[in-house]
């Protein structure tokens, strides 16, 4: 089994930043490790969800969507099992809940991902 839990969202004004976190967990994620990408999606009211950003377990394989290209940055610390997603120059429609994710396979197809956390809101006020 693999658990993932997200912390970092909350509320900011335009031109802002936060720090997303998610730890993964539980057996099967800590014998095979090394074979899981993480990613972050989003998903607004309204809409469907959209891949943001994703990783390699070695970090040398890493995906953008183009609406946060050079803004949004992601890394995992793979000593903490932890994935990270660094949000800069927020904008009002980068709100949503955003979603971490692990799976093995390629990054950029949405079909790796089977492990799915609760949820973090991010809200970005003009």
């Known amino acids: 089994q693999v658990q993932l839990v997200e912390s970092g969202g909350g509320s900011v004004q335009a031109g802002g930043s936060l720090r997303l976190s998610c730890a993964a967990s539980?057996?099967?994620?800590?014998?095979?490790?090394?074979?899981?990408?993480m990613g972050w999606f989003r998903q607004a009211p309204g809409k469907e969800r959209e891949r943001v950003a994703a990783i390699s377990w070695s970090g040398g394989s890493t995906y953008y969507a183009d609406s946060v290209k050079g803004r949004f940055t992601i890394s995992r610390d793979n000593a903490k099992n932890t994935v990270y997603l660094q949000m800069n120059s927020l904008k009002p429609e980068d709100t949503a809940v955003y979603y971490c994710a692990a799976g093995v396979g390629r990054v950029e197809l949405l079909q790796t991902y089977d492990y799915w956390g609760q949820g973090t809101q991010v809200t970005v006020s003009s």
């Open positions: 539980g057996r099967t994620f800590s014998t095979f490790s090394s074979r899981y990408a």
